[in-house]
């Protein structure tokens, strides 16, 4: 699957939540996560954690780039998620481990998620699916036109996983 996204400190307010409803976006749920990530050569590999849905194993693909970026992901739900995270673990070792409270609205097909990452602080992350009817040039083009209904700049961008800003901040 692809998607469209882009990445950026943002503190969500009343405000906030009176442009979603105005453009027609919809409040999904709020998810407790936790993100457990393996050393691998190409892109990224993790165990998402979540409560109160299934675990997944989700690979992404996609370059540090400020964005909007597309990014190339598989996700699969797993069963017996510490069986999978102890093969991972002993094969790979762990790179990190992100947790999070998310917030998940959703206007068209973009998914819109409000983030409070424990020791970085709040974001907001804005996913366009490519579906049947949207493809790169549309994903593109309705995150953008987020962007500006948000109030986000392209200069505030962040091209990092929260990974590597929480590895970056405990090395330095």
Request: charged share 40%.
């Given at each position: ?15 906030t ?25 190409r ?16 690979q ?48 068209k ?44 700049s392209k200069?505030?961008l ?15």
């Open positions: 699957m692809i998607n469209i996204e882009i990445k950026v400190r943002y503190r969500k307010t009343s405000r939540d009176k442009i979603l409803k105005k453009i027609g976006a919809r409040f999904e749920k709020t998810e407790i996560q936790k993100d457990t990530y393996f050393n691998v050569d892109g990224r590999l993790k165990i998402r954690e979540r409560d109160p849905d299934t675990p997944q194993l989700i992404y693909f996609r370059e540090e780039e400020k964005g909007p970026r597309p990014s190339y992901y598989e996700i699969v739900h797993l069963k017996n998620v510490e069986k999978v995270k102890g093969t991972l673990e002993h094969e790979h070792g762990i790179r990190g481990v992100v947790k999070k409270r998310r917030e998940i609205w959703v206007w097909n973009v998914r819109i998620h409000f983030d409070v990452v424990e020791d970085l602080g709040e974001f907001l992350e804005l996913e366009s699916v490519l579906v049947k009817d949207v493809d790169t040039e549309e994903g593109g083009k309705r995150v953008k036109w987020l962007m500006g209904k948000l109030g986000i200069k505030d962040i091209g990092q996983s929260y990974v590597d800003l929480l590895i970056e901040r405990f090395s330095g």
